[in-house]
């Protein structure tokens, strides 16, 4: 029986605008500019807002859940279930990059990402589109989660309340290891 506890998180709606829905309104001027002056460059610049648009189609889906936590583990989107056993430990990393501080939460885990997660429908997408984790060498994995409807603290917050003993703040030169 689990206790109930539960986090979940979405990508936030406000940087649909900014992710998708501006490369695609891009993409539909420069691509009928490009056909109606016969200016092919404007065409291609066209098909690249197009395939970045299309890169952040989940922007498009406020309400779909894409990282949830809960005391039998993590649902990933992209990924799918990891057991909180299967986390050795996990870390929150700060990038400082002025004005813009990117924020990444690092998972290590006890072996090999296809070993330790399970593949869940719901979190899983075409690979052309953007996934929320992303696999930084066999052991670990890595979640930014700039872009997200909750705060980078209450996700950090959230990691904390499930792994207690295994959450730590790691420097930015931590990323390699």
Sequence with gaps: MTSGR?????????????RLWAPLGAAC?????GLFLNVLPMTFISAFFSMLALRNWPYSEPNRVILRMNDAGVDIDGVGHIPWHNISRAGLITVPIPKFRPRIIRLELNGPLRTQATPVKAFLRPGWQKVLGRSMGPNALMLPINGLYDSPQDIADAFRTFLPDRFIVMLPGSLSE
């Design 6 to 18: 539960v986090f979940a998180t979405t990508y936030d709606p406000d940087a649909a605008v900014w």
């Design 29 to 33: 001027i420069l691509g009928m500019a």
